[in-house]
């Protein structure tokens, strides 16, 4: 392997739109492509292989590749063609990596077929709002065009912590300062209590993973900001669940109150393919924080949430991801295989048929 192979792998992987690349030990570079692991027909890589592409990715930021490195995430930028979040792991003594493209444009919800309602949630003037599902599953993308609407709606001061850094910012209406974990900012928390004093009006915290973020996450959004963040959680109940889990059980009470209060609304994520299986588009649960979602979250009732959320449909915009996978199948835009496989429950056939 040398540079100019490496770069022509990643001019492919953008030229085909392709949404990560994985870089292996006795395997050759391999594409993700709406959904499918695709070989390329380059050799089998070598130990030395991928020792340099990961050397490569780390010289970027100064850095070089450590000996006894286990994990590490970073970003990676091909001049004038973009940019990749890099995971760099270990597997079997060797070094492995996967890259995932980062296209330069941030798209609107209408490119990305995300409903407008995303658009009066991102317009709330406070509070928490998550955007939750399985990796892979268009978390960050959905994030980085909320902030997007607010960048080109309102003249804001937006802060993002992130590690590392995924799409770039330009500033519109917005001013938009970005900080990368481990570069600008040593850790999530501390990144959030820095922030406090930087004047923000938002603050997008790219994924709540310890205690410390979650909590610092809530009192920023306690005392009057606009917090946006990320969970891997697969409904409205298990985020909620997953929140008040981290902290000590003494403390639960206390902080599904404080949730009840500030959350905004949450937004769970599942990618689908189409029909023709040439395209993938969301498939989503919105569940908007209303008083009666509220009393749920402060009466642990999470269990009634998603009934609460189907009949708010109409007056709220909220949907179930059935209700969505059975709209997506009526419109015959998705099979019904692929709604089944995509759905939580075991009942969707019989719910496409009656509701």
Known sequence: MDMATFTQILEIAFEKRVSDIHFEVDNPPMFRARGHLIRSKLNNLTAKDTEFIASAVMEQHGRKLPEQLKEFDTSYTLANVGRFR?????????????????????????????????????????????????????????????????????????????????????SNKSCIIQREVGIDTETFAGALKAAMRMDPDVIMVGEMRDLDTIDACIKAAETGHLVFSTLHTHSAASTINRIVGYFPPQAQENVRHRLAEILVATVVLRLVREKSGESILPAMEIMYATSTIKACIRDGHLDELEQHIEKGRDEYHMQTLDQHLIQLCRKEIITLDEAKRASRSTDLERKLLYS
């Open 86 to 170: 890099v995971s760099v792991f270990r597997q079997r003594g060797n070094i492995g990596l996967v890259m995932r493209v980062i296209p330069h444009h941030i798209g609107t919800f209408e490119e990305l077929n995300l409903p407008p309602v995303l658009g009066s949630i991102s317009k709330a003037p406070h509070g928490l709002i998550l955007v939750c599902g399985p990796t892979g599953n268009g978390k960050s993308t959905t994030l980085a065009s909320m902030i997007r609407f607010i960048n080109d709606n309102f003249n804001y001061s937006v802060i993002t912590i992130e590690d590392p850094i995924e799409y770039i910012f330009p």
